[in-house]
């Protein structure tokens, strides 16, 4: 198991640069085809050898995350959809805390076969993981109390094609599948806090900014990483 430690990981973006949102340079990593061939890679090598891949932002955004959830009072029942789940292993932290209704989606099919084994080699098949396209999935996922997503916003904001299309269709999915009064945690190496609430001020409060390891830089600090709370409502 791999850690891709937090803001080095190859998505580029936004973080560091000018507020606008037009600062996003188009990418492979905003299609399918990329993440479909990663995964696939992946789906072989933890056939071969048992390896699980690389960790989204390491280790510590799960822990993150979870410790939240834990201080929040997360019931253990409830209902929590990984968005873009890739391998799978927030799913199996989540399992091994106690959580007990999680759902993983991911629109690569070898991300999902994938996140199946590893979830299968850890006697773990109650949990449901679905090859789902999240911002065509308004029929097929209802009323979540926490929706998470480490990294699938950055990639999709990277999409070569309809760029700002599929970040607004991407919100509007996100109020469709998530219940009102329910919580969406997203951890970003390329949306600043700002520029965050400014795509989400539509139906969502912010309610904390989860700490992050900061950097130093030409006599200021910053942080190379975003995590943030919000509520959705209405």
Same mark, same amino acid.
């Given at each position: 198991m791999a850690d891709v430690a937090e803001g080095t990981h190859g998505i580029t973006g936004g973080k560091g640069l000018p507020g606008s949102e037009d600062d996003f340079v188009p990418s &492979? $990593?905003?299609t399918k085809q990329h993440w479909d061939e990663t995964y696939q890679t992946e789906l072989e090598i933890f056939r071969d050898i048992g390896d699980v891949g690389d960790i989204w932002f390491g280790e510590q955004s799960m822990s993150r995350v979870i410790r939240w959830m834990e201080k929040a009072k997360i019931p253990q029942n409830a209902s929590i959809l990984d968005i873009g789940t890739g391998n799978g292993v927030f799913l199996l932290e989540l399992a091994k805390e106690g959580y007990t209704n999680i759902t993983g989606i991911d629109y690569s099919a070898a991300s999902v076969a994938l996140a199946k084994d590893i979830l299968q080699a850890e006697d773990l098949n109650n949990i449901s993981v679905k090859e789902v396209d999240f911002l065509s999935c308004s029929t097929e996922l209802k009323d979540f109390d926490v929706? #998470?997503?480490?990294g /699938?916003?950055?990639? =999709?904001? +990277? !999409?070569?094609?309809? /760029? !700002?299309?599929v970040r607004t269709r991407y919100v509007q999915a996100l109020s469709d599948v998530l219940k009102e009064g329910g919580y969406f945690v997203i951890t970003s190496c390329n949306w600043t806090k700002e520029q965050l609430l400014q795509r989400f001020s539509s139906g969502f409060e912010l309610v904390q900014q989860l700490p992050t390891p900061s950097i130093q830089f030409g006599g200021k600090t910053g942080n190379n #990483? /975003?995590? +943030? =709370?919000? &509520?959705? $409502?209405?």
């Amino acid at each position: 198991m791999a850690d891709v430690a937090e803001g080095t990981h190859g998505i580029t973006g936004g973080k560091g640069l000018p507020g606008s949102e037009d600062d996003f340079v188009p990418s &492979k $990593l905003g299609t399918k085809q990329h993440w479909d061939e990663t995964y696939q890679t992946e789906l072989e090598i933890f056939r071969d050898i048992g390896d699980v891949g690389d960790i989204w932002f390491g280790e510590q955004s799960m822990s993150r995350v979870i410790r939240w959830m834990e201080k929040a009072k997360i019931p253990q029942n409830a209902s929590i959809l990984d968005i873009g789940t890739g391998n799978g292993v927030f799913l199996l932290e989540l399992a091994k805390e106690g959580y007990t209704n999680i759902t993983g989606i991911d629109y690569s099919a070898a991300s999902v076969a994938l996140a199946k084994d590893i979830l299968q080699a850890e006697d773990l098949n109650n949990i449901s993981v679905k090859e789902v396209d999240f911002l065509s999935c308004s029929t097929e996922l209802k009323d979540f109390d926490v929706c #998470v997503d480490k990294g /699938t916003f950055d990639a =999709i904001s +990277l !999409n070569p094609e309809h /760029t !700002n299309e599929v970040r607004t269709r991407y919100v509007q999915a996100l109020s469709d599948v998530l219940k009102e009064g329910g919580y969406f945690v997203i951890t970003s190496c390329n949306w600043t806090k700002e520029q965050l609430l400014q795509r989400f001020s539509s139906g969502f409060e912010l309610v904390q900014q989860l700490p992050t390891p900061s950097i130093q830089f030409g006599g200021k600090t910053g942080n190379n #990483v /975003t995590a +943030l =709370i919000f &509520k959705r $409502l209405h």
